[in-house]
């Protein structure tokens, strides 16, 4: 219906829901900060509705598929979706990702057209706060140009690390239309999840040529290296995400050197009004206020933790402060002054020590013989600073917050009941949080399970906060109430970092209650400075440089299956029996001890045992094999060989190789002759467990070949030599390119 009377909103306080003028910042009742949720609409029946209309009662029509929840305090009706579409299901996987793809908030039924519905996403790219709230934040292309050369890098580092999931999820297209790609500040946000084509997903490639418009308008300083990564993207060079990301990494980790920073630190922990004793812990100890600065020689100097003790009287407060002295000593072991990059090293040692920290605690559980709910675990939610990245490692339902000077966002995910449905794509969170049971832990240290700790990383590109908290402060949603009024003034410069400590400690309190209260705030505030030298073209196929693995202590043991607990206060630990050992991995093990005998019998590699040559042209029976292929059969990706004929045979009297369409094909559609330079650009194992290359010329030696197919992996790696280092590489229409890109034109 068409809203004629003034904008309403109820207060976001369930024991309150007064109604209140939408432009009232505070309940003109209880006085607390109201909450407006804006959400897009997706669907073609937005369009049937106007500026101004309540659709069902409840959400408000502000602009071009942008609505208002004027109820935001009331329950959504768990009956209307009960059915998970396939369209739907990508949200809800992909919510691990939820920083950039929004999540679906609700959707609206049509009953004047069947099966039909409004789909309504929360998070998306619109401002939720302050004088541009309620707008759609700008499209990457429309901003590009007046960012920083980190910022740009970043940008795209944060687009590459989204192929990959959202690949698997069929809605990978998202990230090549323009007009879905958004940010806020340094933060790129999809407006949007966008269905792929059936049977046509889309490529490296597309990705490259979309990327390409951009160049033109890159800071000087990565011009150059941006045109090469997009050839390499369109070309082929870089095939596979990973080998993007890589570069990206180095890239920033460069244009990174000319940034400078300073971090400080406060923590503060609490008891509580309603608790008889502290089971929460944080590190560096409560009370604390310290600055930090980018050449601090000891990376713990910027560590902090925030730790949410379970199992009550019977020894939360000690599996808490076990699990901050276990973690201090491996992180206080790493040395990664001389890494420059942003490598996964430092991830590893993170993940390896909340295994450490899970351990002692369990080890402290058996040793004291507690069983049930007398075993003792915490959660864990930590940030360290290292170089021009801030790494977040998250356990249990103790979060983290990044506050920017246009909004907050949770950055971590629960590890509960209702979370986990939702990343099965089974339920919309809103609906699962109405089941029994779903706040219930479904990991946390010392319940001697198969811990799963998740360790994300963010750039620093901009000042910006990070809030780590216990649950004592983020029920109620007493962050996002509070945020703006608290928080965004350090980014201000209104207030110090000790002052909004202890401001969150009281809201907590005095909102909440229920429950100790820990918090840790870390105020970031960089200055960067635009490189003078140009990065390299040829970084962007830089092949990343092994680095050492710090050493934090011996691998951790494998864990036990996980059980989930009834949330209570405080949360309670399951008792998982010991199983024995299974009787599948002792014939395992026979078995390969068996083959490892014959293959010592007949003097042959296992591979051969394994998988035998199949000899598809006789010239690979008369071709000695070179010593690489007889000790490793398998070929690289992307690697350039050139067909060798046997010794003392003219390439006139050498059968040529047939090549096939398809590896389940029995026909040859093709072949090469020996002579040519081919590079491998794929493989694939075959219905009959073979495993096949395909490969493409890119070097002509034997007049009239022009040859890409599929080739067997073994009778390929028999006639075949390492190719000259001056050899050109192949392009993406099979025809020679030179090395030296600097005058290849690529596609407009």
Not at 248 to 271: P, R, W
Not at 274 to 282: F, G, K, L, P, V
Not at 497 to 522: F, K, M, Y
Not at 550 to 555: G, Q
Request: with cysteine; charged share 20%; net charge negative.
């Amino acid at each position: 219906m068409q809203n004629d009377v003034a904008i309403t909103i109820q207060c976001s306080n369930p024991a309150c829901k007064a109604t209140n003028n939408d432009t009232d910042k505070y309940c003109q009742q209880c006085g607390m900060p109201i909450n407006k949720r804006y959400l897009w609409g997706i669907g073609a029946e937005v369009s049937t509705f106007k500026v101004g209309d309540i659709v069902q009662s409840r959400y408000l029509l502000l602009g071009d598929r942008i609505f208002l929840d004027t109820l935001p305090s009331t329950e959504l009706d768990p009956g209307r979706y009960s059915e998970i579409s396939d369209d739907i299901k990508p949200y809800l996987r992909l919510v691990p990702y939820r920083l950039q793809i929004p999540q679906v908030y609700a959707w609206l039924p049509l009953p004047q057209l069947e099966a039909t519905k409004i789909l309504l996403l929360e998070d998306a790219a619109i401002y939720s706060g302050g004088e541009m709230a309620g707008q759609l934040m700008p499209q990457l292309s429309t901003v590009w140009k007046d960012a920083t050369s980190l910022r740009q890098l970043h940008w795209l580092w944060q687009i590459a690390g989204l192929w990959q999931p959202l690949s698997s999820e069929g809605v990978a297209s998202s990230l090549i239309e323009p007009q879905l790609i958004r940010v806020e500040q340094s933060i790129i946000h999809l407006l949007q999840l966008q269905l792929d084509t059936a049977g046509k997903p889309p490529t490296l490639s597309q990705l490259g040529e979309a990327w390409h418009e951009l160049v033109p308008e890159a800071k000087p300083a990565i011009g150059e290296y941006l045109e090469r990564v997009c050839y390499g993207l369109i070309t082929g060079e870089i095939s596979h995400p990973d080998d993007l990301i890589a570069s990206l990494e180095k890239a920033i980790a460069e244009c990174g050197k000319s940034l400078s920073y300073n971090i400080t630190i406060s923590t503060l922990t609490d008891k509580g009004p309603s608790r008889q004793r502290n089971e929460d812990a944080c590190f560096p100890a409560s009370g604390t206020n310290k600055t930090t600065e980018k050449s601090a020689p000891i990376i713990s100097s910027s560590l902090t933790i925030v730790c949410d003790g379970i199992g009550g009287h019977e020894g939360g407060n000690l599996a808490s402060n076990l699990a901050i002295e276990a973690i201090f000593e491996q992180v206080e072991q790493l040395n990664l002054a001389a890494t420059s990059n942003l490598s996964n090293p430092l991830i590893s040692a993170l993940e390896q020590a909340a295994h450490i920290a899970n351990n002692r605690i369990s080890d402290r559980n058996d040793s004291e013989y507690r069983t049930g709910r007398q075993r003792m675990g915490t959660t864990l939610v930590m940030a360290l600073a290292h170089q021009q990245q801030m790494y977040i490692t998250h356990v249990g339902d103790s979060r983290a917050y990044l506050i920017t000077r246009t909004g907050c966002h949770q950055v971590t995910l629960d590890d509960d009941v209702a979370a986990r449905e939702v990343r099965l794509g089974y339920s919309l969170y809103s609906t699962a949080l109405l089941a029994p049971a779903s706040g219930s832990l479904i990991q946390a240290l010392g319940m001697n399970l198969a811990l799963h700790p998740t360790v994300n990383r963010f750039i620093l590109d901009e000042d910006c906060v990070f809030l780590l908290c216990s649950d004592g402060l983020s029920d109620y949603d007493r962050i996002e109430q509070h945020w703006d009024t608290e928080i965004l003034p350090i980014l201000e410069g209104k207030t110090s970092v000790a002052s909004a400590t202890t401001r969150l400690i009281e809201i907590a309190n005095t909102h909440n209650g229920h429950d100790n209260v820990t918090v840790g705030v870390i105020h970031y505030q960089g200055n960067f400075l635009e490189p003078s030298a140009h990065l390299s073209p040829s970084l962007a196929l830089l092949a990343v440089s092994p680095v050492e693995e710090p050493i934090v202590d011996e691998p951790p043991e494998i864990p036990e299956p996980v059980v989930e607990l009834p949330a209570v206060m405080p949360t309670d630990i399951a008792t998982v029996p010991k199983k024995s050992p299974p009787t599948t991995a002792i014939i395992l093990g026979l078995i390969l001890l068996l083959a490892g005998g014959l293959a010592y019998l007949f003097k042959d590699p296992l591979y051969k045992l394994l998988k035998p040559e199949v000899s598809l042209n006789p010239v690979t029976t008369s071709t000695p094999k070179t010593s690489a292929t007889e000790t490793s059969p398998e070929i690289a990706i992307k690697s350039v060989f050139q067909i060798k004929p046997p010794t003392g045979v003219t390439v006139s009297q050498i059968n040529r190789l047939p090549l096939r369409q398809n590896p389940e094909t029995t026909t040859s559609t093709t072949a090469i002759s020996p002579g040519n330079i081919v590079q491998v650009a794929d493989r694939k194992t075959s219905s009959d467990r073979q495993t096949w290359l395909f490969v493409k010329v890119c070097a002509n030696n034997i007049k009239g070949d022009d040859a890409s197919g599929w080739i067997p992996e073994i009778e390929f790696a028999a006639v075949i030599e390492k190719a000259p280092s001056n050899t050109c590489f192949i392009s993406s229409n099979t025809q020679p390119s030179p090395t030296n890109t600097s005058d290849v034109e690529l596609p407009k």
